[in-house]
């Protein structure tokens, strides 16, 4: 007498489940870096996708408690549905550790009184104390930066930076003098197709160049995961090493002439011959 074992329904409903959380949402990411959907339509994808992972996963879990206690076939489609269910996952608890690690904000800069604005933006209000306490926490090295040169020369090493992340330039203000001021407002897009708006100002004195930061989430998003923060630290670092290099590289100026005594020849202007002329 042949014995018939069958195939756990369950278990194939773990892996077709499982199969379309995957795609469901991983197009959506490339959609939205090509930003051929907005980012509403992201997060409303994105969230049917973990849905149905969450869904696949309990599936999963249920096919194999079943295929324990009735030994059914199916084991393969029953840890195949748990592995790519959580595959899936990962990503949206990745960005859940990012959430409770990092301060919910979506707007961050080095000037805490809010002076440094979007060239084409609004004014922003200044974070509260307690808010902007974290964020400093969060992001030791987002300080406003002084250096011992002229703007221009500064500006160019900024453009240099802005040019080498591939951030789209919105507008720039380039100063006119050594002790001038000079702005850079552009676009940084991630990965995942979120937009961010970066502003970086440069204030030019007679003592040197004072540099200040602005990052922020385009779109109705409530956390930016520690993107903006992290964004500011990681350029100011990098223009921290850019400077130091130029500084190093560059030609040394020659030190400063004493004062002169006008009683006193010195030899590069003493002239060939001080003896009286013969010539009659």
Known sequence: MRILIRTSKTAIWARRLASLSLPLAAVPVLLHHRQA??????????????????????????????????GDRGWDRAFAGLFLSLLCLA???????????????????????????????????????????????????????HYQLDTERLFAIVQRLVGDRGWQVQATREPLGPIDSGEIDAIDTTWMGWRDEVAI????????????????????????????????????????????????????????????????VYPADRPPDLRPSTDE
Do not use: K
């Open 37 to 70: 959907i907005d980012s509403a339509r992201f997060q409303l994808v994105e969230t049917i996708a973990l849905g149905v992972a969450l869904l696949a996963l309990l599936v999963s879990i249920l096919a194999i408690a079943r295929l324990w206690r009735s």
């Open 91 to 145: 990503p949206f608890g990745y960005a859940a550790f990012l959430v409770y690690e990092n301060p919910a904000v979506t707007d961050v800069s080095t000037a805490p009184d809010g002076s440094v604005q979007f060239l084409a933006a609004p004014a922003a209000p200044p974070l509260d104390p307690a808010l902007r306490e974290a964020v400093e926490d969060a992001f030791p090295n987002m300080r406003t930066r």
């Open 201 to 264: 100002r440069l204030n030019g004195t007679d003592d040197g160049v004072s540099v200040d930061m602005r990052s922020a989430s385009l779109g109705n998003v409530q956390s930016d995961f520690g993107a903006n923060g992290h964004r500011i630290e990681e350029f100011l670092l990098a223009l921290d090493a850019a400077v130091t290099e130029d500084m190093q590289n560059g030609t040394p100026e020659p030190p400063p002439e004493p004062p002169r005594d006008p009683n006193v």
